[in-house]
């Protein structure tokens, strides 16, 4: 059997997504911008797909909805986008406010900005991984033009208090930007409840293809154009649409919204298992309080137990899991999170995260008790380090 628990990371395309995208590989392979009969017969069906996402984010559509490449592409549109329309022309409004385990999407693009006198605010997260509302207002000084805060973390799942920051800076008249990746299907994004500028998501976290995301952006806050060459988007991004990609992405973004009821119930149920499960291991760690977490996630550290080591255990029983961001899984270091949270350093190189997905099954679940609780029982034979701090502690 295999089984996949690295859900953050990317998702199974639904089925459905697939049999949507299929004619726009073959009989509808039109350019929408086309004036002949191939281009006006595949643009209702980007319209519907536009519409689903609309709808999914309950916004008005005179609102936007810019399509990108991915997440990445979105952050980096958005804080880009706001460097060139206001800091670059008003040097005293040169301040952004985000949290310390922001995407590096997120927190490279302010790395770079930095360099072109942009003023990073970076605000760190509490021992349970989970930000607070009144630090992120702290931070804020009268230069301040931007906050940015993820809903909820890749690595913990911890949700952050959106609704309270998005409130605190209309009030204080300073743009807000969310990226919501991890939170799309997993909580209520109802954009008619929470105040948002800006809102970044991706296809391929919610059962939709890789290559491509979104940019919500509410009226009157346009950005600048990034990508110039053509009026596609409006003009406000160039390059031929993805027709078959989009339209996928509006059907499993509208399922993704319609399944939030089951993955707090059905989907929790599950984490929940194999977390009190695994849990039950001495001298183990989860980081933050469940009913603060999105409902796939675990972030679990062993002590004594390298995470790499208990992936390579997990990955030849076919099971795969992750110490962290897939975007930061080629260097060997210590998981960010973990390190920002200020655990002591031993439990950042013992982290791994286990995300679930509305597709896992129970029998998936149980499979990854047994081997995981056998996985730590050997490794913790083995380790000499775990011994020693068990024999002196
Ligand atoms: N933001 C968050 C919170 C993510 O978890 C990820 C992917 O792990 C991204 C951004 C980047 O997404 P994409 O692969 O679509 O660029």
């Known amino acids: 059997m295999r089984v996949y628990l690295d859900n953050n990371a990317t998702t199974k395309v639904d089925p459905l997504v697939t049999v949507k995208m299929q004619p726009f590989f073959e009989e509808l392979y039109g350019n929408p911008n086309s004036l002949h009969k191939y281009g006006m017969e595949v643009r209702p069906h980007l319209n519907q797909a536009m519409g689903e996402m609309y709808d999914a984010l309950n916004v008005p559509d005179q609102d936007d909805i810019l399509i ?37 999407a997120v927190l490279d693009t302010l790395h770079f900005l930095s360099e072109y006198g942009v003023d990073v605010t970076l ?39 959106v609704e309270e920051v998005a409130a605190f800076a209309k009030e204080k008249e300073i743009l807000f930007h969310t990226d919501a990746v ?12 929470v105040n948002v500028d800006y809102l970044t998501f991706s296809a391929h976290k919610f059962h939709g293809p890789k290559g491509i995301g979104g940019l919500y952006v509410k009226k009157g806050k346009e950005l600048p154009n990034l990508l110039h ?26 399922q993704a919204a319609g399944h939030v009821e089951k993955m707090n119930s059905y989907v929790r149920d599950l984490r929940d298992k194999l977390e009190d499960a695994l ?3 001495a ?21 004594g137990i390298e995470g790499e080591s208990m992936l390579w255990d997990l990955n030849r029983a076919g099971i795969a899991a992750s110490t962290g961001s897939a975007c930061a899984s080629e260097s060997l270091e210590a998981n960010p999170v973990m ?15 286990l995300s679930l997905s509305r597709f896992t099954t129970e029998a ?22 775990y011994a020693y701090t068990n024999e002196v502690g």
């Open 68 to 104: 990108t490449s991915c997440a990445t592409e979105s952050n980096n549109a958005v804080l880009k986008g706001i460097y060139f329309k206001y800091i670059a022309k008003d040097p005293d409004k040169n301040h952004i406010v985000a949290t310390s385990v922001e995407h590096p």
């Open 123 to 161: 605000v760190d997260v509490d021992e349970n991984g989970g930000i607070s509302a009144e630090a992120i207002k702290n931070a804020v000084t009268d230069k301040t033009i931007l906050i940015s805060m993820m809903w909820a973390n890749n690595e913990t799942g911890m949700i952050f208090p």
């Open 182 to 193: 991890q939170a799309i299907g997993k909580v209520h994004v109802d954009l008619s409840k």
């Open 229 to 254: 060459g053509g009026e596609q988007m409006g003009g406000k991004r160039a390059g031929t649409l993805n027709v078959a990609y989009i339209v996928g992405m509006g059907l499993a973004l509208r």
């Open 279 to 281: 849990s039950s291991i």
């Open 283 to 303: 001298d183990t760690i989860v980081v933050g309080p469940r009913e603060q977490r999105t409902p796939n996630t675990i972030l679990i550290s062993l002590r």
């Open 339 to 353: 390190s920002a949270i200020g655990e002591d350093p031993e439990l950042a190189h013992t982290a791994m995260r």
């Open 364 to 385: 998936e679940i149980d499979r990854t008790i047994e081997v995981f609780t056998k996985a730590a029982e050997r490794l913790r034979s083995i380790s000499s380090t």
